[in-house]
C-alpha cells in the first residue's frame, strides 16, 4: 500500500508557473507507475499526464501538452508536475494516483489506479 500526498498548489496568475509534488510513502515507490488528474468544481475528473514506473515513458492530455512535464525521483519517492504557460482553465484540484506496474505501461484512466492523494488547489488568475 502506499499513501500520497500532494503539495505545490496556489495562487498564480495566467502566464505563470507551477510545479506540484507527490511524495509517496513506503518503501516500494519504483513498483507504481502514477499519474496526475485534476477536478474543476462542476466537472468530471479527468486526466493530466502519467509517467510509467521506470519513467522512460510519459503520457499528456492534449489540453496541457507541451506545457505540463511529469517526472518522477524514485530516489526521494516523489512525482512532479511541472506546470508552464498556465490558463485560468488549469485551475482545479489537481490529484496524484498510482498504481502497481512494471515497465513501460502508463495509464490513463481513473478507474485504472488504486491509491488517490487528497489534492491540491491550483488557481489560476487571468
Known amino acids: 500500500q502506499v499513501q500520497l500526498v500532494e503539495s505545490g498548489g496556489g495562487l498564480v496568475q495566467a502566464g505563470g508557473s507551477l510545479r506540484l509534488s507527490c511524495a509517496a510513502s513506503?518503501?516500494?515507490?519504483?513498483?507504481?507507475?502514477m499519474g496526475w488528474f485534476r477536478q474543476a468544481p462542476g466537472k468530471e475528473r479527468e486526466f493530466v499526464a502519467a509517467i510509467s514506473q521506470i519513467g522512460g515513458s510519459t503520457y499528456y492530455a492534449d489540453s496541457v501538452k507541451g506545457r505540463f512535464t511529469i517526472s518522477r525521483d524514485n530516489a526521494k519517492n516523489t512525482v512532479y508536475l511541472q506546470m508552464i504557460s498556465l490558463k485560468s482553465e488549469d485551475t482545479a484540484v489537481y490529484y496524484c494516483a498510482a498504481v502497481i506496474s512494471f515497465g513501460y505501461n502508463i495509464y490513463a484512466q481513473t478507474n485504472s489506479y488504486k491509491y488517490w492523494g487528497q489534492g491540491t488547489q491550483v488557481t489560476v488568475s487571468s
Open positions: 513506503g518503501r516500494t515507490f519504483g513498483n507504481y507507475a
